[in-house]
């Protein structure tokens, strides 16, 4: 009975994204805030409460987020990575600064304390670089001149998570400055030496890797990431960022035949990683927090904006790039939500949790629809230049 009970909740759960999904195809938008609200009304509070898969589903949220990474990482390879990183690093900072503060200055009028404050500054930074490659890619935004600036900013946010999370995790643990900064040298050294296999061992690593069988290529790929993901965790750095750095490890056209065969599955489990977050957010704690949610998306939306004209006129593209750039990195999606659920779980403070869950449902929406309506204005405005 309890494996009936398990499939029919799992079944109504997946059946309800692909309808979901379907509606946001149609709409023009991302799905995830479709998603989100589902988790809502499954978790609890929500109009038709989960009974016994909500475990199963837990699992399934880590497994997207390992999977979500590691498709990004296939993207690129080591030396673009470094290359990127040198030349769009003042960028990366502004975008640092501008974006983080808003979640600090947040958490501190509320009077959250200075833990929270750490976590939102999270919460506020980082964009979602699956929504946003989404969106270049439906738009045709590719082969534009700002478009390596903005995949440059990413993985510098990227990289920047790599070390923020291993201090996150420390400070919500409780752990002291001394074991605090031990979790940091060990997050900087796990970083360093998966760079350095993968700038002079990447070949040998893609040889292990290879398979003629794309079978076998899907169960090398996603066994390497799991147990990089699972060794990453023990040495205190985010999984994620384990598996981010495996898919760098990988390049040219084994890189692209990978991630073809994980789209599919990463799409799956994604979907259950917002859901599981929708599920341990009461929706009437999202009402009282609207306000804020709304206030804090749109300081976020110009700061962005602001942080893409700046890298993109340092590069020298013209004004319609520059904004296509801002426009490009103001969706949040995967990592906020991740970061929130950290701080969530270890009880940094009851109301981070619906407000991050509104603040990811405005800019996760809007992002997308922004940058649909706002193409034709854009390129008006680059034809009459």
């Known amino acids: 009975m309890?494996?009936?009970?398990?499939?029919?909740?799992?079944?109504?759960?997946v059946l309800a994204l692909g309808v979901l999904g379907a509606l946001a195809l149609r709409g023009g938008i991302s799905p995830i805030p479709l998603y989100l609200i589902a988790g809502l009304a499954f978790g609890q509070g929500g109009i038709l409460p989960l009974a016994t898969s909500g475990e199963f589903i837990s699992v399934g949220a880590e497994l997207g987020v390992v999977l979500l990474l590691l498709t990004l990482?296939?993207?690129?390879?080591?030396?673009?990575?470094?290359t990127s990183l040198r030349g769009n690093a003042r960028g990366g900072l502004v975008d640092l600064v501008l974006n983080a503060a808003p979640?600090?200055?947040?958490?501190?009028?509320?009077?959250?304390?200075?833990?929270?404050?750490v976590a939102m500054a999270g919460v506020t930074y980082a964009t979602s670089s699956g929504i946003t490659a989404k969106v270049l890619s439906d738009l045709g935004w590719i082969g534009n001149r700002e478009t390596p600036v903005v995949l440059s900013l990413l993985v510098f946010e990227d990289l920047t998570m790599a070390l923020y999370l291993p201090v996150l995790t420390a400070i919500l643990a409780g752990v002291s400055l001394i074991g605090g900064a031990v979790s940091v040298a060990i997050a900087l050294a796990a970083v360093s030496v998966v760079l350095l296999v993968a700038l002079r061992y990447g070949r040998i690593i893609e040889k292990f890797v290879a398979s003629p069988?794309?079978?076998v290529l899907l169960l090398k790929v996603v066994g390497l990431a799991l147990l990089v993901a699972g060794v990453a965790q023990q040495l205190q750095v985010s999984a994620a960022v384990g598996a981010f750095l495996v898919g760098i490890a990988l390049s040219g056209e084994l890189a692209h035949e990978a991630r073809t065969l994980l789209i599919p599955l990463r799409d799956l489990f994604a979907a259950v990683f917002f859901v599981f977050f929708g599920l341990q957010t009461d929706p009437a704690a999202i009402l009282p927090m609207a306000p804020v949610a709304v206030l804090l998306a749109v300081v976020s939306m110009a700061t962005k904006l602001g942080t893409g004209v700046y890298a993109a006129r340092r590069a020298g593209v013209g004004r319609a790039g520059q904004a296509r750039a801002g426009i490009a990195l103001i969706p949040r999606g995967e990592f906020n939500i991740v970061i929130a659920g950290l701080a969530v779980a270890a009880g940094a403070h009851p109301d981070?949790?619906?407000?991050?869950a509104g603040y990811v449902l405005i800019l996760a929406a809007f992002g997308p629809l922004a940058a649909r309506l706002l193409q034709p204005l854009i390129t008006a405005v680059a034809r009459r230049a």
């Open 2 to 13: 309890h494996t009936a009970i398990l499939f029919i909740e799992l079944g109504g759960i």
């Open 73 to 82: 990482g296939l993207e690129y390879n080591a030396d673009e990575l470094v």
């Open 103 to 117: 979640g600090v200055i947040v958490a501190l009028v509320l009077d959250w304390g200075p833990v929270a404050a």
């Open 213 to 215: 069988n794309s079978e």
């Open 352 to 356: 981070l949790g619906p407000l991050a």
